[in-house]
């Protein structure tokens, strides 16, 4: 099923099964994604700020210039993907799978990430903004710049020269 061009703020798709489904260049702000079944669905050019996304099962999905800002993920698979330009800033992604992903210019700024794994995960492509050195143990195993490294040391208080 192809969704292109749509407007559905507050949609409800609770426990559809939307495999291979593409979304592209729609409005679903706040819908209701609950218990939805994404195999191999693709969301490009989407609004889903604020959708709820608990219990939802994904595999493959597809993710780029996708504004999730205040979405509700939790326990989330993005496990492998490539995520490009995907704003999930203030974010509910606690417990989500986030093991060897690509992120590319994506923002994680000030999400709630706690219990998320990020193992073999390439956050250089990444706004971690907000992130506090306590929660950086999330973050082992995954790639970080210089940048980055500077960032969460100042969170510290302490200047990386």
Same mark, same amino acid.
């Given at each position: 099923?192809?969704?292109?061009?749509?407007?559905?703020?507050?949609?409800?798709?609770?426990?559809?099964?939307?495999?291979?489904?593409?979304?592209?260049?729609?409005?679903?702000?706040?819908?209701?994604?609950?218990?939805?079944?994404?195999?191999?669905?693709?969301?490009?050019?989407?609004?889903?700020?604020?959708?709820?996304?608990?219990?939802?099962?994904?595999?493959?999905?597809?993710? $780029? %210039?996708?504004? &999730?800002?205040? #979405?509700?993920?939790? @326990?989330?698979? /993005?496990?492998?993907?490539? !995520? =490009?330009?995907? *704003?999930?800033?203030?974010?509910?992604?606690?417990?989500?799978?986030?093991?060897?992903?690509?992120? $590319? %210019?994506?923002? &994680?700024?000030? #999400?709630?990430?706690? @219990?998320?794994? /990020?193992?073999?995960?390439? !956050? =250089?492509?990444? *706004?971690?903004?907000?992130?506090?050195?306590?929660?950086?143990?999330?973050?082992?195993?995954?790639?970080?710049?210089?940048?980055?490294?500077?960032?969460?040391?100042?969170?510290?208080?302490?200047?990386?020269?």
């Amino acid at each position: 099923m192809v969704w292109h061009g749509c407007r559905g703020a507050f949609a409800n798709f609770t426990g559809a099964t939307l495999a291979e489904s593409s979304f592209r260049a729609s409005d679903f702000n706040n819908a209701n994604f609950r218990r939805t079944k994404l195999y191999a669905a693709r969301f490009s050019g989407c609004k889903l700020t604020g959708a709820d996304f608990t219990d939802a099962s994904a595999m493959e999905i597809g993710i $780029e %210039e996708t504004l &999730l800002i205040n #979405a509700r993920l939790p @326990g989330f698979s /993005f496990r492998n993907d490539r !995520l =490009r330009k995907v *704003d999930f800033s203030q974010a509910d992604l606690r417990k989500c799978d986030f093991r060897q992903v690509v992120f $590319e %210019e994506c923002s &994680l700024r000030d #999400a709630s990430m706690a @219990g998320s794994r /990020f193992d073999g995960a390439d !956050l =250089r492509g990444a *706004d971690i903004g907000g992130l506090r050195l306590v929660d950086a143990s999330l973050f082992r195993g995954a790639t970080i710049s210089r940048a980055q490294a500077g960032e969460l040391l100042g969170e510290l208080g302490l200047k990386v020269r």
